[in-house]
């Protein structure tokens, strides 16, 4: 059994801990609510943005000049952006990045990834210490964008991606990241940035529906200029919904710690009574015998 000393320290140890991660789960809550603000604010405009984007890439045909983002190629050479947060007590959401991403490595992408033709591209300084430190093709890293995460530091990075397609470097770029469902729930996704995928609609007969779009001033400028723009939306889209998700994951993982200590007192206070009582016995039997050793 625990000597008195021991059971008092360990007690006083739990207590800090538990303020300690008490404190953690209000300020993950403070910035979750700023967070969820902007991505619940966000996701109505993308969302539609996106569907326009996709009836416009099912509309256009290999002739047109602004069809390079929807051009569907053999994907030979891969990129994967990886996202997760800067820093760690949120439970496995980065973890769980970090095994969906070595799924997708092993599995969808392995003949690419034994060529030398899988790169990464990590958001988050997690997945960046992970494959930084092991035999992967780590071209940029994004780390910093979370302090500030604005549309205008994400545009920069977006303009790469879309110059990397463009330019051929790259056949095909797809996202790995936690989608903000809500406080205690984070839905990890993977999704296809580059190229651009269309949707298509069926009627209720099985035939295929287009969307047919009136065009004012004319089709090119439009596409042209809706397109980068779509695009850029849609990327930091995704690290808001992360960003959202990283908070949530935090408070909930500080909320159980918390109430993890608050049981572990508990049964450290029983330890520390049994303890206590189990000397005051023994002081008793002292004295007892002490004083019949006297009268002997």
């Not at 320290?9 to 800090?16: L, P, Q």
């Not at 998700?245 to 993982?253: D, K, L, V």
């Amino acid at each position: 059994m625990l000597s008195l000393k021991e059971v008092r320290t360990r007690i006083a140890s739990v207590k800090s801990t538990q303020q300690i991660t008490s404190a953690m789960k209000m300020v993950a809550a403070s910035k979750l609510r700023k967070a969820q603000n902007a991505i619940i604010q966000m996701r109505p405009f993308a969302a539609k943005l996106k569907v326009i984007l996709q009836d416009l890439a099912a509309s256009l045909d290999s002739s047109d000049d602004s069809s390079v983002f929807t051009e569907q190629r053999e994907p030979n050479k891969v990129l994967l952006i990886l996202v997760s947060s800067n820093r760690g007590l949120c439970g496995a959401f980065n973890a769980n990045v970090i095994k969906v991403a070595n799924n997708l490595i092993e599995t969808k992408y392995n003949n690419q990834y034994q060529d030398g033709n899988l790169s990464l591209i990590t958001i988050g300084r997690k997945v960046s210490e992970f494959y930084g430190n092991r035999d992967f093709n780590v071209i940029e890293v994004y780390d910093y964008i979370f302090d500030k995460l604005t549309y205008e530091n994400v545009s920069p990075i977006a303009e790469k991606l879309m110059n990397f397609f463009a330019e051929n470097e790259y056949d095909r770029i797809e996202v790995v990241y936690n989608k903000f469902k809500n406080a205690a729930t984070q839905i990890l996704s993977t999704e296809q940035y580059l190229p651009i995928e269309p949707v298509k609609e069926e009627n209720k007969y099985g035939e295929d529906v287009k969307v047919d779009y009136i065009f004012e001033p004319n089709k090119d400028e439009i596409v042209q200029d809706l397109i980068p723009k779509s695009l850029k939306i849609q990327l930091y889209k995704i690290l808001l919904d992360s960003f959202a998700a990283e908070h949530g994951a935090r408070m909930t993982s500080m909320h159980l710690a918390t109430e993890n200590a608050q049981e572990l007192l508990k049964d450290l206070k029983l330890v520390y009574n049994k303890a206590r009582q189990a000397a005051i016995t023994n002081e008793i039997l002292e004295i007892v015998s002490g004083a019949e050793a006297l009268k002997g």
